[in-house]
């Protein structure tokens, strides 16, 4: 399970990257796809959350990462009970502030995989 965490904070990692990089291109893809979005990224907010839960014990900070896996997990659940209308909405509002807004998000994104990283390559 350990492994598992290590590649979704990889992918945490390279999805901030990416919103660093190119923000532009990021936005007009939450745009086109924002139906399909809204659930992909539940799914992955309930998988991710899951895999915290089980892999905390692995972990330099179990409770934190196990106290973090449910947050995430909750996170999920709520953003499939916000529906599409209002994702398209909250997409359309981030869109709206900017490339340096979601760069900003991108670089928050990437600390926190890097953060979650280091918290199951280092273990105490």
């Known amino acids: 399970m350990k492994l598992i965490a290590l590649i979704f904070c990889i992918m945490i990692f390279a999805i ?3 919103c660093i990089v190119a923000p532009i291109r990021i936005v007009n893809l939450m745009n086109r796809h924002s139906a399909r979005l ?3 990224a539940a799914g992955f907010r309930i998988l991710f959350g899951a895999v915290l839960v089980l892999a905390a014990p692995a972990s ?3 409770d934190f990462i196990y106290i973090l896996g449910i947050v995430i997990i909750v996170a999920g659940i709520i953003l499939l009970l ?5 994702f398209h909405t909250m997409t359309n509002w981030l869109a709206e502030r900017g490339p340096m ?8 994104g990437l600390l926190f995989g890097c953060a979650l990283f280091y918290a199951f390559i280092h273990p105490a």
């Open 82 to 86: 916000v529906g599409q209308k209002r």
């Open 101 to 108: 807004f979601v760069r900003i998000w991108g670089v928050i």
């Open 60 to 62: 330099r900070a179990p």
């Open 16 to 18: 901030g990257a990416v």
């Open 38 to 40: 809204h659930y992909y």
